[in-house]
């Protein structure tokens, strides 16, 4: 029986393979039945109380497994709080909350998850990091706890900082070796100059300098009840809730100074050129982009679509051009990346050498095309459930609804962005997309960033004005 299911799974397999690689132009099966409407995600019920530290809790209770999770979220404690000196520095600092408290060391942390049936850990983004668990329903109050603990208390020990730094320096040299790293640093300076958003990525120097006393002082400045979230999902009544978080959250103080707010980023620069040299590459890596919106603005919704329609898919239009069509690469993509204060636009696919000043000519054609001509009904449509469905599977289980939420309130938009968000998408009409392609798309706009051998491609970017070159 188990090799006859493996042999029908098989055959359902290549069926479906043969479907996808077939085509986009590939006619469907005759009398397949119509699509479903969209269901709409359920409207989540949230409990909101805000304890006397100014720390906000939100419940979210949710039937189904026997199980809560936690999502803690602290804004200005991300990248953007990073010194110029020390770019990076919150994802070491993130990384060790979970690694030794003022009661346990790292195999005690895990071992108590464990034991409440589930577990722990913390991650960094531009604007706050997170720090989620889950455990079963009747270890609620001790994972609770135990979060409390990492967040409040965290030690730092040397051992342990020792360790996250050599990880990171060897993390840092396989990551150096690849060109989309070297290609995405230099993009990111070219968005944001000197802000802080463009500072995510370590450097030797600033992993080096990471000690248990910066650490702590960090900490101190960056981990403040008034500026920080707590999600808690699943099978528990917000009562209980809101009572767990005051036995873990209550007494911790909002006391000393506070990491400043991040400044408002820019949302134009003048388009920098740049060849990055890689001595022998066979292949370019190429990045485009340019400044653009913060997550709160009015543009964002219909911004997320039209990056959508142009590379965030298999059968959007750069990578099915670039990649169906012509063959130039394995995929192609591009699309908006906001934050709290500011955002960007990006675009990039990794090339034959032979095909590097095509490649960045067919880019360009579709950020024209889009905003030259109305986009199809059809594709529209086709574009619209993709994302709507990818949302609404995304958001089914109750750990990620806590992420979503916790992820929205950092950069600013509210609760009930969750349940708005598919609505809001629907609505987007196909001169908004026009609208947006002119607005954040024009080629003249764009930096390039080219990481690749000057000697085999630099002849194919003159077209596109003077190259700086770096190595």
């Excluded at 989540?44 to 199980?67: F, S």
């Excluded at 110029?84 to 790292?106: N, Q, V, W």
């Excluded at 750990?399 to 509210?414: D, I, K, Q």
């Amino acid at each position: 029986m188990k090799t006859s299911t493996t042999l029908i799974a098989l055959a359902v397999s290549l069926a479906l393979s043969g479907a996808a690689f077939a085509g986009p132009d590939a006619p469907l099966p005759k009398d397949l039945p119509p699509y479903a409407p969209d269901k709409p995600l359920p409207v989540p019920q949230i409990e909101k109380k805000t304890l006397a530290n100014g720390l906000e809790v939100w419940v979210v209770p949710r039937d189904g497994v026997p199980r809560v999770d936690y999502v803690l979220a602290v804004r200005n404690a991300g990248f953007a709080a990073d010194a110029a000196a020390a770019p990076g520095f919150a994802s070491l600092l993130a990384g060790l909350l979970t690694e030794g408290t003022a009661k346990r060391d790292s195999r005690g942390i895990a071992e108590a998850a464990q034991g409440f049936g589930g577990g722990i850990g913390a991650s960094t983004a531009n604007d706050g990091i997170t720090v989620s668990a889950n455990a079963l329903t009747q270890h609620a109050g001790g994972m609770l706890e135990l979060l409390a603990e990492t967040v409040r208390t965290p030690s730092f020990p040397e051992n342990e900082v020792r360790l996250a730094q050599a990880n990171a320096l060897q993390g840092l040299k396989a990551a150096e070796a690849q060109p989309s790293f070297r290609a995405n640093r230099a993009l990111l300076a070219a968005t944001y100059g000197d802000h802080p958003y463009a500072r995510v990525q370590q450097t030797e120097a600033s992993i080096e300098g990471v000690t248990q006393a910066a650490l702590r002082e960090a900490h101190a400045l960056r981990f403040h009840p008034d500026r920080a979230l707590l999600v808690v999902t699943g099978r528990i009544e917000p009562a209980e809730a809101f009572a767990l978080a005051e036995a873990a959250f209550g007494d911790w103080d909002p006391v000393g100074e506070e990491a400043p707010d991040t400044p408002s980023a820019r949302r134009t620069a003048a388009p920098s050129h740049v060849l990055l040299q890689r001595d022998g590459s066979v292949q370019s890596t190429l990045r485009i982009g340019r400044p653009a919106i913060a997550a709160t603005d009015p543009d964002y919704v219909p911004a997320i679509l039209t990056g959508t329609v142009l590379g965030g898919g298999f059968s959007s239009r750069v990578n099915q051009n670039l990649r169906e069509d012509k063959g130039y690469t394995y995929g192609a993509s591009a699309g908006f990346a906001p934050s709290r204060v500011g955002g960007r636009i990006q675009a990039g696919a990794d090339v034959r050498n032979e095909v590097t000043g095509a490649s960045l000519a067919e880019f360009f054609h579709e950020f024209t095309r889009l905003a030259k001509e109305p986009v199809p009904a059809q594709e529209l449509e086709d574009t619209k459930r993709y994302v709507a469905g990818g949302y609404l599977i995304g958001n089914q289980l109750q750990g990620s609804v806590a992420g979503t939420l916790a992820s929205n309130w950092l950069v600013g938009l509210p609760s009930d962005f969750l349940a708005n968000y598919v609505p809001r998408i629907r609505e987007v009409s196909g001169a908004q997309v026009q609208a947006m392609a002119k607005k954040y798309f024009d080629p003249k706009d764009q930096s390039i960033i080219v990481v690749g051998d000057a000697e085999a491609i630099a002849d194919q970017l003159q077209p596109y004005g003077r190259f700086t070159r770096g190595e």
